[in-house]
């Protein structure tokens, strides 16, 4: 499902307008962007930024010794509800 799809979808069954509803997702879309280091959404999951420390390697063209950069990796976790559906979905495929 896309975005255009979901917004559809949410319009259907809320009777909100289309465009008064795109309007509402995307300032949410950038509250959320806005605090993606740490943001939990009950029933849906949460995003958490993973910071790891930076590496030292060789680089063989130099033949020195050099640090990597710090690099930072954003994780969602699912809540349970989700996990169960999305279990029961994969069971019922196979």
Do not use: C, W
């Amino acid at each position: 499902m896309n975005r255009s799809n979901f917004i559809e979808e949410v319009s259907k069954r809320s009777g909100i307008d289309k465009d008064e509803l795109s309007e509402i997702f995307n300032i949410f879309l950038e509250v959320a962007i806005e605090n993606i280091h740490n943001l939990s959404i009950r029933g849906f999951g949460k995003f958490q930024a993973r910071i790891y420390k930076p590496k030292i390697y060789h680089d063989v063209v130099e033949n020195k010794l050099k640090k990597s950069a710090t690099r930072v990796r954003i994780a969602f976790v699912p809540s349970e509800k989700i996990l169960r559906n999305l279990k029961k979905e994969i069971r019922e495929y196979f």
